[in-house]
């Protein structure tokens, strides 16, 4: 087996080791990318020469001389990032970003871009510039997004792991998507310097691995701390009731229930119910805050001037936020303390909660929708439901592969309080102790595997 | 945006006012959007949230603190 096909962790390790050489490392993986990058469409841009030049100035970081590839989101020294679309309404220019820094600090080696959906406005992937990404899984499905590249570059395993940015679920969409383990990181700890958005109060970086001892060593270096191990004994689990939970796939439903009564049983802990007043309004009040952060920088005489190139659903709808009434937002503002009120109460009380990370595997590239009991919907009408408390209030989540559905992949995605990041790793790796890494290790089509193991 | 939802005449005739042009696509996606996610923003006008004290200097990377 290549060492390309093992997890991020154990290429560091094995570096780290002298058991692998750095420079064969990278062009295997950069033959690598040439090779299955046509199916899948993760990687918009590779530059060897900067690679080798990382390389060999890589410093004795936890990640010496470990390739990986970042969202189209940030700007590089030799290359300003384009968002995934034609146009940004607000100047690009190549530098060097909080992130790219963190990963030349810890000794990485950057191999490629990753694709994006355009400006980052959906949970499907399946619209850029560059042309959609495909899911690894099921090449006519879509890999999540907006960080649809990242998670299909590491489900191809062309890389073991990737940076993403998680505004309102975009890497734990993707994650759930591809099979992969995603983090969001709380709010401000993840290196996000040189992003064009630059008064966010929702994007942060974040790492996408095949599980999360990747996710925790990518992790460390966009946090620019280690994230500690642990044990996640007696871990409190909060579970709750409605739509987030229960307007799922069938299958989606147990498979995250089963998950979590594994996890419930390798912590020795508890799952209960708990109550959080308003959560049904949190999909609602991240959708107006995420997309209302970037106005500020348009104006009608830009929307006016605006690329042709840029996709007809990005054109209209950054047109029609220009309408929304003010008194709309200042409400969602309430939400957002209101919800950081009720999840500051539930954390009291539990130290993760648990629901889907998707309510349905992924859907197909042309037409997005999804089958729940509720009924025909498209995916990013439900999807932010559940994914955009976490950007709303600032919190952690991690999504964790858990089963399949089928052949395409099934997460769960675990919350807890601010600054437990750490605690969430934990409880994954739990998750993955329990059911023997049978999900986390499952090799995609495109990366060679069988297909969904049993 | 009226609460009643009606697209026709006030997103067409708010995007005039604003000076943005617009054409028969963006009318469509614009449409279906709002049929898909007003009616959720026009319950949110509504909702009575007086009661809920205001978090000042809210920093996300943090738990609030308390009332």
Not at chain 1, 203 to 211: E, H, K, Q, W, Y
Not at chain 1, 277 to 292: D, F, K, N, R, Y
Not at chain 1, 332 to 349: G, H, K, P, Q
Not at chain 2, 1 to 18: Q, R
Request: charged share 20%.
């Amino acid at each position: 087996m290549s060492l390309l096909d093992r997890p991020l962790a154990e290429q560091a390790a094995a570096l780290a080791a002298g058991e692998a050489d750095g420079l064969e490392l990278l062009d295997e993986t950069l033959a690598r990318i040439e090779e299955r990058n046509e199916a899948v469409n993760a990687v918009v841009a590779t530059f060897p020469e900067h690679s080798r030049e990382m390389l060999d100035a890589a410093p004795e970081g936890p990640m010496r001389g470990v390739p990986v590839v970042i969202k189209d989101e940030w700007p590089l020294p030799w290359r300003a990032e384009r968002f995934g679309a034609a146009e940004l309404f607000t100047a690009t220019a190549p530098g060097e970003s909080g992130p790219y820094r963190a990963l030349r600090d810890a000794g990485a080696v950057i191999v490629g871009v990753a694709n994006m959906h355009e400006w980052g406005s959906s949970s499907t992937g399946n619209a850029s510039v560059y042309g959609p990404a495909h899911n690894p899984w099921n090449l006519e499905r879509c890999p999540g997004g907006s960080s649809s590249g990242p998670a299909a570059a590491v489900g191809s395993r062309m890389v073991g792991g990737a940076v993403g940015a998680d505004g309102i679920g975009s890497i734990r969409y993707p994650a759930a998507y591809c099979g992969l383990t995603g983090l969001k990181p709380t709010f401000g700890r993840s290196a996000m310097q040189g992003h064009h958005m630059r008064g966010t109060t929702m994007i942060v970086s974040g790492p996408l691995c095949a599980d999360a001892a990747g996710c925790r060593l990518l992790g460390s270096a966009l946090y620019g701390e280690q994230l500690p191990r642990g044990e996640a004994s007696g871990l409190r689990i909060g579970i709750v009731r409605g739509p987030i939970a229960e307007d799922c796939a069938p299958l989606v439903a147990s498979a995250c229930e089963d998950a979590i009564e594994a996890l419930r049983d390798e912590t020795g802990g508890t799952v209960q119910e708990v109550e959080i007043p308003g959560l049904e309004l949190s999909g609602l009040a991240a959708v107006l805050i995420g997309t209302s952060e970037g106005l500020g920088d348009i104006s009608p005489s830009k929307l006016n001037s605006m690329s042709k190139e840029i996709g007809p659903i990005n054109r209209a709808l950054v047109k029609y936020r220009m309408l929304m009434p003010g008194s709309v937002l200042a409400r969602a503002e309430v939400i957002r303390t209101m919800m950081r009120r009720s999840l500051a109460t539930a954390f009291a009380d539990v130290d993760v909660i648990a629901w889907p990370s998707v309510p349905a595997v992924a859907p197909p590239l042309e037409e997005p929708l999804v089958e729940l009991p509720s009924g025909t919907v498209t995916v990013d009408a439900v999807n932010p439901r559940g994914g955009g408390l976490a950007n709303l209030i600032g919190i952690p989540a991690v999504s964790v592969p858990v089963g399949f559905d089928g052949g395409l992949p099934i997460g769960l995605q675990l919350q807890g309080a601010w600054g437990s990041d750490a605690l969430l790793l934990d409880a994954a790796e739990a998750i993955e102790r329990a059911t023997e890494r049978r999900f986390v290790d499952a090799l995609s089509p495109v990366a060679g595997g069988a297909g969904a193991p049993t | 945006m009226p609460a009643s939802g009606d697209f026709e005449p006030f997103v067409p005739a708010g995007l005039a006012s604003l000076g943005i042009e617009f054409d028969e696509v963006d009318l469509a996606v614009m449409q279906a959007t709002h049929e898909l996610y007003w009616p959720a923003v026009a319950g949110l006008l509504e909702l009575d949230f007086s009661a809920v004290e205001p978090e000042l200097a809210a920093d996300f990377s943090r738990a609030p603190e308390p009332n």
